[in-house]
C-alpha cells in the first residue's frame, strides 16, 4: 500500500470538495455534546436587587425549591430528557454524515465531483443499515460494562461490611476480595480494550461495506472482519499515521489558541495588579477570544474529520481492489468548424 499517495490523494480530495468539510463538521457533533452545556449562562441581574441582596421574587423561588424536592427532581428529569433528546438527535445526523462523507469520496472518485446534497442522500439512504451496526457493535461493550459493575458493587458491599465489622477473618478474606476485585476489574479492562479496537476497525470497514458494497448489517461485519484480517499490518500502519497527523493537528490549534490569548492573558495579568481590576474590556476581549478559538477549532476539527473519513475510505478501496483515481473532468474539446 502506497501511504502517501493514499494521505496525499485523501488531502486532494478534502482541499478541493468544501461539501465535505460540512458532512465532517456534522459527523463530528457528537464529540461536541458535552460542550453544550457551556451556552447555559445567566447574568445574576434578575435574581439581585440593586442593592445586592436577593430579590422576592428570587428568595420566593428559593423557598419553594427547599419545601418541594419533588420540584428539583423534576427539573433535573427535564434537563436530563431534553439532552437527551438532543443527543440522540446529533448521534443520527453523525451517523447520516459519516455515510455521506464515505459515498461522496466514492462519486469523486469514479465520477470526478460531489455535492452536498449527493453525498449526504447517501448517508440518508444507508442509514439504517448503519445506524444497526452501531448498535451490534455496541451491544458487547454494554454487556462488558454491566459485568464490571456486577462484580464491582457484589464485591465492594460485602468488602465494606467486613471491614467495619472487626473480625479478623472477615478482614483477611476482605482483602482477598480486594485482591480478586482489582484481578477481575484488571481482566475485565484488558478485554474491554481489544474489543474496542476490534469494534473500531469492524466499524471503520463495516461501514465503507455497507456504503460501497451494499451489504447488510451481518454481511458487512463479516466483509469488515475480513478486511481487517487480511490487511492487518498495513492498517496498523495507517492507524499510527492517523494518529501522529491528529496529534501535529491538535498541537497546532494549540498553538493557534495560545497565540489568540496571549493578549487577553497579558491584560489580565496587567489588570490584576493595578488598583482596578480586571476591566470589563478584557472580560469582553476574552469572550471574543474564546468565540475565535472554538470557530477556528470547529473547522480544523472539521476538515480533519472528512479528511480522516477520506484516507480510510481510499484505503477500503484499495484493500478491496475497488481503487481507481478517475481524472477531474475536462472541458470536452470544441468540434472543427469549417
Known sequence: MDFGATISRAFNIVLKHRALWILGFLASLVGGVGSAGNSFNTS????????GELSPE????????????GLILAGLTGFLCIALLISLVL???????????????RQIEEEGSTTFGQAWSVGVRKFWPLLGLSLLLALPGLV??????????????????????GDEAAQAAAAGGIFLLICGGGVLGCITLIYAVIAAALQTFGERA???????????????WAVFRSNLGNIILLALLMFVIGVVVNFIVGIIAGLLFAPTLISIIFGAGSEGGVGPSTLILGGLTFLVVVVIGAIISAIFAAF????W???YRQFTGTSGIVAEPVAPAPLPTA
Not at 428570587?58 to 424536592?69: G, K
Not at 443520527?92 to 464515505?102: F, R, T
Not at 457484589?154 to 467486613?162: K, M
Request: net charge negative.
Open 308 to 311: 480522516s473519513s477520506a484516507v
Open 144 to 165: 462488558l460494562l454491566v459485568l464490571f459493575l456486577l462484580l464491582f458493587g457484589g464485591t465492594l458491599f460485602p468488602i465494606f461490611a467486613a471491614t467495619v465489622s
Open 44 to 51: 445574576g441581574g434578575a435574581f439581585t436587587s440593586p442593592s
Open 58 to 69: 428570587a428568595e420566593r423561588f428559593f423557598n419553594q425549591l427547599t419545601t418541594d424536592p
Open 210 to 224: 455497507i456504503v460501497l458494497e451494499n451489504k447488510g448489517v451481518i454481511d458487512a461485519l463479516s466483509r469488515g
Open 91 to 105: 448521534w443520527v445526523i453523525s451517523i447520516m454524515a459519516q455515510g455521506g462523507l464515505i459515498g461522496g469520496v
Open 313 to 315: 475510505t481510499l484505503a
